[in-house]
């Protein structure tokens, strides 16, 4: 805290909120210490780093008028890259949010003022920079009004892409009948209702109205366009794919009979069900663990690449990633040292990233660091698919959605087979073709015989 010369005795303080990552490191500090009772204090958005400029108010925790105490949570805050939260340093009564709930804040932006509870009268205090020796006035930010959300609509269930169209077009999220799961309105339902559709649930009650004689010859006005804004999540991956699709890839595909993995995740599961009852086993924690043990023997495949490919780095650890589908879009996050954890330890990571992700609170960390991406969107329903490499890294597979579908046995007799397909795709500049489809073979053998594969755990 500094003392400004000039007719009064101004004070210039910077106070900044802790801007904590899910993970729970601090990538903003500030000074309390230099905080003085009953002074209006602006809570700026820094530089959080990873090259990230702004972020989308994903819900405020608080309102004008709220105390809040020590590390009370203020505000959740999503980026291109993760979901943030954003808490106290110290007790105050917060007297503005300069942010409505799906608002853009940029770094270098106030957020929110909080003034320091002690009962006086409020002075401003300006969070800016003076050179040393040299005086100044501290200049007061513009009073105004605390923003709010159009219509109240704030505890509707909706992603940040459905909020900002309602928001430009001045709809009230609140009349609009939602499809989604747990009463989420979708951008179909908000489009529907912009079109002229219901806004509310089809009542049962009949109509007493009577059908019009004919038909109207007058044709019916074009369905409004609506631009809607790329950012966040949706931005990040049109920059990732963007360099992705600079890459010339080099793609295999082939099949796995999974019969036998099938019988041993049956005899795990009343097993699993005993150590944790609410943890479900799929077939991933398997194809995690079949290609960790495939990469030991390609380890090329495990590897970074820079963009003129003059280095490639091999990679000692076996983060795996899986894509994810979320309501706010695509996301991949991944599994750490996937060669140091078994199938239990695979499974128990995944249950609680895959919820975390859709509840859109997993960390930085979570989405760093990956090696090896394997995305299983036969959950979806896909059979095939040409998956796109995440530079830097060098591949990428693909699983399909499980059949059943008739195979020939060693002596010609046909069979149902569980089968699944497998895609796989490299960066053809520094893998090559073959390289690829052995460890694409070796990836099969492993899940088409499961006891071998669990000898060789660790």
Not at 290 to 319: E, F, R, W
């Amino acid at each position: 805290m500094r003392r400004v010369a000039g007719g009064c005795a101004a004070v210039v303080a910077k106070a900044v909120t802790p801007f904590r990552t899910l993970s729970g490191s601090s990538v903003i500090s500030g000074r309390p210490g230099s905080l003085l009772l009953g002074r209006i204090v602006p809570f700026k958005l820094a530089d959080i780093g990873e090259g990230i400029l702004k972020v989308e108010v994903k819900e405020w925790s608080v309102k004008p008028g709220d105390t809040v105490q020590e590390f009370d949570k203020l505000c959740e805050v999503q980026s291109d890259k993760a979901t943030v939260e954003i808490t106290s340093r110290f007790a105050g009564v917060v007297k503005k949010l300069y942010i409505d709930t799906g608002g853009e804040a940029r770094v270098g932006q106030p957020l929110v003022d909080i003034e320091v509870a002690d009962g006086s009268t409020p002075e401003r205090v300006a969070d800016t920079k003076a050179p040393e020796n040299t005086a100044s006035t501290a200049s007061p930010l513009p009073v105004s009004t605390p923003n709010v959300s159009i219509g109240g609509d704030s505890a509707v269930l909706a992603t940040p892409a459905v909020r900002h169209i309602a928001r430009t077009q001045g709809v009230d999220l609140r009349q609009v009948a939602p499809t989604g799961r747990g009463g989420r309105v979708m951008k179909e339902d908000l489009l529907r209702f912009m079109e002229g559709g219901p806004s509310s649930p089809v009542s049962s009650t009949p109509s007493t109205q009577s059908p019009p004689a004919a038909a109207s010859r007058t044709p019916a006005a074009a369905a409004a366009d609506v631009d809607v804004p790329l950012k966040g999540l949706k931005k990040a991956m049109v920059v990732s794919m963007t360099k992705a699709n600079a890459i010339p890839t080099f793609g295999a595909c082939d099949e796995i009979e999974i019969s036998l993995l099938l019988d041993v995740r049956d005899r795990l599961r009343p097993v699993l069900a005993k150590r944790s009852p609410s943890l479900k086993l799929s077939f991933m924690p398997f194809f995690l663990k079949a290609a960790s043990q495939a990469l030991k023997q390609y380890p090329s495949i495990n590897a970074y690449t820079n963009d003129d490919c003059s280095v490639m780095t091999i990679k000692g650890s076996h983060n795996i990633g899986f894509a994810l589908d979320t309501p706010n879009g695509l996301i991949v996050p991944n599994v750490k040292n996937v060669q140091q954890k078994s199938i239990f330890e695979l499974a128990a990571e995944l249950d609680d990233m895959i919820k975390r992700g859709v509840a859109g609170k997993l960390s930085l960390d979570d989405l760093q660091g990956g090696t090896f991406t394997l995305s299983n969107i036969g959950s979806i329903g896909a059979t095939y698919a040409s998956p796109v490499i995440f530079p830097p890294q060098v591949a990428i597979g693909a699983i399909g959605r499980s059949m059943k579908l008739p195979r020939f046995d060693d002596k010609g007799a046909v069979y149902a087979a569980n089968i699944v397909n497998v895609s796989w795709s490299a960066d053809h500049r520094v893998v090559d073709g073959a390289t690829m489809v052995r460890f694409g073979n070796m990836f099969r053998e492993l899940l088409e015989s499961p006891d071998e594969m669990l000898l060789d755990l660790k």
